[in-house]
């Protein structure tokens, strides 16, 4: 009942009319507002009696508003119900009672408008009883005006200290927050944004805010946001911002929509975050990184050509020789993949693609036209850390089988297929079309036994060789997390 503010009407007399008027309509010289507590029923407006409330269990209107019109009681002596209730027994000797109930919009019974008279009556009059039921009616038409001013000031007041909060909240951050309407207009800026950028309160509002904007970054910004406001998509972009005393400064920004029960978005709040120094950390570092992954890559060349060198000096080693320069080029075009040394270098699939990486490794072993070594299955994510040999293994592979296998004939195919189950990745490389197969002694030679140090001792695999007389299959299983440090 505190919704109804039910003190406040009965000290400011919002009932009393209606009381007085009750009275007159019924020529009753009593006549009450009341409301049923627990204990007590309180009367919001009285004529006739200077009573202010009772005792439930003296109480006529708890049973009047339990119905559903007027309930009328003739002779209160007669009625078993009243007739040793103190208030008939004793002053103000009520006799006759008429009450009409008074219920809220919720279907609560609140109490009862009602008239009282020290002598038995035959009841009202059928224009009294409607009445009674319209009086009823404006009596709570009032409490629920009051109660609805009540609530309304209540989400005010709650609307007023949350946004004060919020504010507060805002304007003890180090970043920079902003919010705006469903449509985009940004309409507010904490004081963060103010002491960053200078400008006056109230400036950037709107769509002010693209003034403090680096000019090369304004048309990106605007249809990243319109993108947003159109698809409800979070919004993220990094940008220049001109700092108070004219600098720019790397600033990404972030919002978020704020939607209703309904999925409707009723407002956006955003944040600035001045990173500038990272971003000109990150760009060191990959200046740092271009030019030691341009050192690696030149060290490979080096060793190389010292290879070269060595096997011209002695010419019974010419083979040897070939097979470990062809062996330092492979890891330099893995290096390469995985660590260009300028954007010139960098590959054109993403940088930690297997397929992308096995596909720089078998380019030169493809014939104009037809490719003889094919990727299928699912692509895979490697990091440097696997590059390495990744491209040992299948370099090798490769070799062989253009000495000795499928890519020996013309004709001859290889597949490499590749599956993942999340906790390991299989690679399958089987070869068709080339001479027939045998298998080696035992002990292999080194180029088997580079495949068994990198697929088992570096990845923590295992190799399963099948020498089939229509061409060799190669299995490999490694753990996938030996590939990627994300895995």
Same mark, same amino acid.
């Given at each position: ?222 249809? =990243? ?7 409800? @998509? !979070? +919004? %993220?972009?990094?940008?220049?911002? &001109?700092?108070?005393? #004219? ?106 693609? =297997? ?7 078998? @380019? !030169? +072993? %493809?014939?104009?036209?037809?490719? &003889?070594?094919?990727? #299928? ?111």
């Amino acid at each position: 009942m505190a919704l109804y503010d039910l003190a406040g009407a009965r000290e400011e007399g919002a009932l009393d009319d209606i009381a007085r008027f009750a009275g007159q309509l019924c020529a009753t010289p009593i006549a009450l507002v009341s409301v049923v507590e627990e204990q007590y029923q309180r009367f919001l407006a009285r004529v006739g009696t200077d009573l202010a409330e009772t005792p439930r269990s003296q109480s006529f209107c708890a049973h009047a508003m339990h119905g559903h019109h007027v309930m009328e009681v003739p002779d209160a002596t007669t009625d078993p119900r009243f007739a040793d209730n103190a208030l008939v027994t004793d002053a103000p000797h009520i006799r006759f009672y008429a009450g009409a109930p008074l219920v809220s919009r919720d279907g609560v019974p609140l109490g009862a408008l009602c008239v009282i008279d020290d002598q038995p009556r035959a009841g009202l009059t059928a224009f009294q009883r409607e009445g009674m039921e319209l009086l009823a009616l404006a009596t709570l038409g009032r409490l629920e005006e009051r109660r609805a001013a009540r609530e309304a000031a209540h989400t005010r007041a709650a609307l007023a200290e949350s946004e004060l909060r919020f504010r507060t909240l805002a304007d003890t951050m180090p970043q920079m927050v902003w919010s705006a309407r469903p449509d985009g207009h940004n309409d507010y800026f904490n004081a963060r944004w103010y002491a960053f950028t200078g400008v006056a309160d109230g400036a950037t509002d709107g769509t002010g805010w693209a003034e403090v904007f680096h000019p090369d970054d304004r048309d990106h910004a605007w249809t =990243l946001w319109r993108h947003s406001l159109a698809d409800g @998509e !979070p +919004y %993220q972009i990094e940008y220049r911002m &001109r700092r108070h005393d #004219g600098i720019y400064r790397w600033v990404l920004g972030r919002a978020l929509p704020i939607r209703d029960i309904d999925g409707q978005i009723t407002r956006w709040f955003g944040t600035c975050t001045d990173i500038h120094e990272q971003k000109l950390a990150l760009e060191e570092r990959e200046v740092i990184s271009h030019e030691l992954s341009h050192r690696i890559k030149n060290i490979f060349a080096v060793i190389a050509g010292l290879i070269q060198f060595a096997a011209r000096l002695r010419p019974e080693f010419a083979p040897a020789a070939q097979d470990l320069r062809e062996r330092v080029t492979a890891l330099g075009r893995a290096h390469d993949f995985v660590r260009p040394h300028s954007l010139d270098t960098r590959p054109s699939l993403q940088r930690d693609s =297997l397929h992308g990486l096995l596909a720089e490794l078998f @380019e !030169p +072993y %493809q014939a104009a036209g037809q490719p &003889r070594i094919t990727v #299928g299955g699912m692509d895979v994510a490697i990091d440097d850390r696997a590059a390495t040999p990744i491209a040992l293994l299948f370099h090798e592979l490769a070799t062989n089988a253009s000495k000795y296998g499928a890519l020996a004939r013309e004709g001859g195919m290889v597949a490499l297929d590749v599956t993942a189950d999340g906790a390991a990745t299989r690679l399958v490389w089987r070869e068709t079309g080339g001479p027939a197969v045998t298998a080696p002694d035992a002990h292999g030679g080194f180029g088997s036994q580079l495949i068994e140090l990198s697929a088992v001792r570096q990845l923590g695999g295992t190799v399963d060789r099948d020498w089939r007389t229509e061409g060799l299959i190669v299995a490999v299983t490694v753990p996938s997390a030996a590939l990627s440090r994300s895995g």
